[in-house]
Each structure stands twice: as structure tokens, then as C-alpha cells.
């Protein structure tokens, strides 16, 4: 149980286009999702927190009209690099959790890697 | 501010031999803590948990941890290494009561390298 997938795995794009990742929870129903952002070598870094049907809400530093995120349902946020320049380039991995199962723990996805070139 | 620290960035520990991995954090508050694993190229694979009782807590793979309060650690232990166990680990923390919207604090991550 506590599985959460991303679409797609990998990605290459040509600067200036935009990208969607999805994130899914399989078995659960995740009120509050997060994404990240991975550089070679590092630890975590904590973009934006969404929760379902609201705005989400970006940590320090992140363009919120860069990195677009929905989160519609309850089962799948999205998040949208919009005109995608080499900077971008990065390891993007989401998270969900649930308010009634396993209430205090994240599940992540897979991951997804972002090349723009 | 919340923080994790993780001191070494490589850990090195021969087949069979016990393992650990060191954590110590930072809270106001009561802590809630987290053990993580990354294999290359993929996303993150929980362990184990901290929330409350009993200190020793037990997870997945025959991984444990102890939450020591006075040295505020949360050291991961095992006690006989595997050459698969070798990935990067991750500690993270956040504090308990404000629901699902609390974030988590990641550590900057230890390599694990298990020699045959």
C-alpha cells in the first residue's frame, strides 16, 4: 500500500517549451502533495505544498508562475515547468500524504528527470 | 529553525558487519522523525518512523533506530550489512500536531557503501 507513481519517468525538451510531470496515489487518497527538487549529489529541496482544490503554497524563492501546480483531485497533483531553460534541468520527485492513513508519513514517487536542452 | 544533520557523507562498512548511520536534529517541539532510502536514479523509500513509545523502533529490511531525546539523535542501525543496503540515506524531520500541511526537513543524505 502507499504507492505513488510519476508520469513521466524521464523527459527531454527544447528550451522554451513546457513540461507536466503528473503525480498519482495509487491506493490512497493524498490531501496534501509535495514536490521537490534533486540536484546531483544533494539532498531535497521542498518547492511547493498543495493541497487538494487550493492554491499551493511555494517555499521561499521558488517562481510560482515558472512552476505551475494543480492538485484537482485527490489522487493526482501536477506540476508544470513552464518555457523550461537549461537551469531546470533537475530530478523532480513528489510526495503525498493522507489525512487518515498513515497520517504522519510522506510516500514519494519515482521521480522524474528533466533535461531541457 | 528545524534542522537534520547527517555528519558523514559516506559511511564504509564491510559485509556482515553491523552498520550505522548518524542523525541528530534540531526541533521546537516534538519531533517526528523519518529514516529514508534513495537508490540511483529513483525516488524515496521510507524505512521506518519516530512518532511516539517505545525509543527502538523497527523497519523495513531489518533496519532500526533509536530516538535518544537528551542527545536529540535518531540514529539508523542494522546488524549485519548487506551489499544491497548500499544507497544514499536520508533523515528528515518535522514536528507533530499541525496536520498534513507540516513539512519535512531532509538531512543532506549519507552514502552507504557496502564492500563484499
Known amino acids: 500500500g502507499a504507492v505513488v507513481s510519476q508520469h513521466p519517468s524521464w523527459v527531454i525538451c527544447k528550451s522554451g517549451t513546457s513540461v507536466k510531470i503528473e503525480c498519482r496515489s495509487l491506493?490512497?487518497?493524498?490531501?496534501?502533495m509535495f514536490w521537490y527538487r534533486q540536484f546531483p549529489k544533494q539532498s531535497l529541496m521542498l518547492m511547493a505544498t498543495?493541497?487538494?482544490?487550493?492554491?499551493?503554497?511555494?517555499e521561499q524563492g521558488v517562481e510560482k508562475d515558472k512552476f505551475l501546480i494543480n492538485h484537482a483531485s485527490l489522487t493526482l497533483s501536477t506540476l508544470t515547468v513552464t518555457s523550461a531553460h537549461p537551469e531546470d534541468s533537475s530530478f523532480y520527485i513528489c510526495?503525498?500524504?493522507?489525512?487518515?492513513?498513515?497520517?504522519?508519513?510522506?510516500?514519494f514517487g519515482p521521480g522524474t528527470r528533466l533535461l531541457v536542452l | 529553525a528545524q534542522s537534520v544533520a547527517q555528519p558523514e557523507d559516506q559511511v564504509n562498512v564491510a559485509e556482515g558487519n553491523p552498520l550505522t548511520v548518524k542523525c541528530t536534529y534540531s526541533v521546537s517541539g516534538n519531533p517526528y522523525l523519518f529514516w529514508y532510502v534513495q537508490y540511483p536514479n529513483r525516488g524515496l523509500q521510507f524505512l521506518l518512523k519516530y512518532i511516539t513509545g517505545d525509543n527502538l523502533v523497527k523497519g523495513s529490511y531489518g533496519f532500526e533506530a533509536e530516538f535518544n531525546k537528551s542527545q536529540t539523535s535518531f540514529h539508523l542501525k542494522k546488524p549485519s550489512a548487506l551489499v544491497s543496503d548500499s544507497a544514499l540515506y536520508f533523515c528528515?524531520?518535522?514536528?507533530?500536531?499541525?496536520?498534513?500541511?507540516?513539512?519535512?526537513?531532509f538531512g543532506t543524505g549519507t552514502l552507504l557503501a557496502v564492500q563484499p
Open positions: 491506493d490512497f487518497q493524498a490531501t496534501t
Open positions: 528528515a524531520v518535522t514536528v507533530g500536531g499541525g496536520g498534513a500541511t507540516n513539512k519535512l526537513i
Open positions: 510526495s503525498a500524504r493522507s489525512l487518515t492513513r498513515l497520517r504522519e508519513t510522506q510516500y
Open positions: 498543495s493541497n487538494e482544490g487550493s492554491k499551493a503554497t511555494y
